[in-house]
């Protein structure tokens, strides 16, 4: 063969790999920015939580605390392994909701993580991807693990922890007596990811960062 005919095949060859790393580095785009820009693994280990400190217990009282129409929040802990969710963590406003919660975890610490519902999988997705939701009480697991949570919310948001995508470790839910408008939600998502980002600091990664600022 030719030189020229080999030249035409190295050519060929190279622009198939960087074709092929191109479109590799596409897909992965989203990752690769988060670790090149905050550093963050892309790590779906939750052994190391969430496990609250007091001082986040006492955040995120105050915020629940801040507007009347939060009923209350729990945090959730994720097994990938085992494929169970654990709350580790509850605040409610409400006597009967804390009861029905005790009665609950009397009987079982663990509900499914991902089951044949499909929202419930697509919503547990989101949160690995560090997307802050919010959607009907109906819909969410406790509203399965412990009914007489409807009776008093109408709606729940979940935020993912750490906020954003990389080394998800669990959520935690906001539970709202009423729907909140859109404007509502906007200021539930900033501050829930303020507190989010500092219980990560705080309690995974054990680094110290100011408090999130409750809603006023």
């Known amino acids: 063969m030719s030189t020229k005919y080999w030249k ?3 050519i060929f060859f190279l622009l198939v790999s960087i074709g092929a790393v191109a ?6 785009r ?3 920015l988060q670790k090149l820009t905050t550093g963050k693994k892309i790590n779906l280990d939750t052994s190391r939580g969430p496990n609250l400190s007091p001082a986040s217990k006492t955040q995120l009282q105050q915020f629940a605390d801040s507007k009347d129409w939060i009923l209350g929040i729990n945090v959730i802990k994720v097994d990938f392994k085992a494929n169970t969710r654990e709350a580790t963590w509850l605040y409610f406003k409400e006597p ?3 009861q029905a919660w005790a009665d609950y975890r009397a009987k079982s610490l663990y509900a499914p993580l ?5 929202s419930n999988n697509q919503r547990l997705v989101n949160l690995i ?5 919010c959607i009907r009480t109906l819909d969410t697991q406790a509203s399965i693990s412990v009914p007489t949570i409807n009776q008093y919310s109408l709606s ?5 922890i750490p906020p954003g995508y ?5 959520f935690f839910n906001i539970f709202l007596r009423r729907q909140p408008t859109g404007a509502e939600i906007l200021e539930l998502e900033k501050v829930a990811e303020s507190i989010s980002l500092d219980i990560y600091q705080r309690d995974i990664v054990k680094s110290t960062l100011k408090f999130g600022e409750a809603i006023k």
Not at 129 to 133: A, R, S, V
Not at 156 to 160: A, D, I, Q, S
């Open 8 to 10: 035409l095949i190295t």
């Open 23 to 28: 479109f590799i580095g596409w897909q992965q």
């Open 30 to 32: 989203q990752p690769i």
């Open 96 to 98: 009967a909701v804390d």
């Open 114 to 118: 991902f089951g044949q519902s499909e």
């Open 129 to 133: 991807n560090g997307q802050f939701q």
């Open 156 to 160: 729940t948001c979940l935020t993912p």
């Open 166 to 170: 990389g080394d998800f470790v669990g």
